[in-house]
């Protein structure tokens, strides 16, 4: 069975920092690509950033560009998303799910399987 556990949620000022973890079970990141979601209060969801790790790639929302970064430690079979100067925009729940085969380019737009997880809640405010 294929599940995703998101953690390192939490409430920071604007300008710091969290990291969030993904932590894959039932499949391996050498097999299927993860990506990053969003979604905010009254918005819909939207595509953060991906990680193919076979195929040796990222890729990132241009609302997120230069601030947050996706990796994995496949030992651990985790994703990272590290976030670095957050907005108040940045608030959101945060979802992390396969996203597609890890030999291919990934993208952000569309998970592989219709099911979302508890997330993990991200609360930029002063």
């Known amino acids: 069975q294929l599940q995703v556990a998101e953690s390192g949620g939490g409430l920071v000022q604007p300008g710091g920092s969290l990291r969030l973890s993904c932590a894959a079970s039932?499949?391996?990141?050498?097999?299927?690509?993860v990506g990053w979601f969003r979604q905010a209060p009254g918005k819909e969801r939207e595509g953060v950033s991906c990680?193919?790790?076979?195929?040796?790639?990222?890729a990132y929302a241009d609302s997120v560009k230069g601030r947050f970064t996706i990796s994995t430690d496949n030992a651990k079979n985790t994703v990272y998303l590290q976030m670095n100067s957050l907005k108040p925009e940045d608030t959101a729940i945060y979802y992390c799910?396969?996203?597609?085969?890890?030999?291919?380019?990934?993208?952000?737009?569309?998970?592989?399987?219709?099911?979302w997880g508890q997330g993990t809640q991200v609360t930029v405010s002063s």
């Open positions: 039932g499949f391996t990141l050498d097999y299927y690509a």
């Open positions: 799910a396969p996203v597609g085969l890890a030999v291919l380019p990934c993208n952000f737009h569309r998970q592989l399987f219709d099911s």
């Open positions: 990680i193919s790790s076979s195929h040796g790639s990222t």
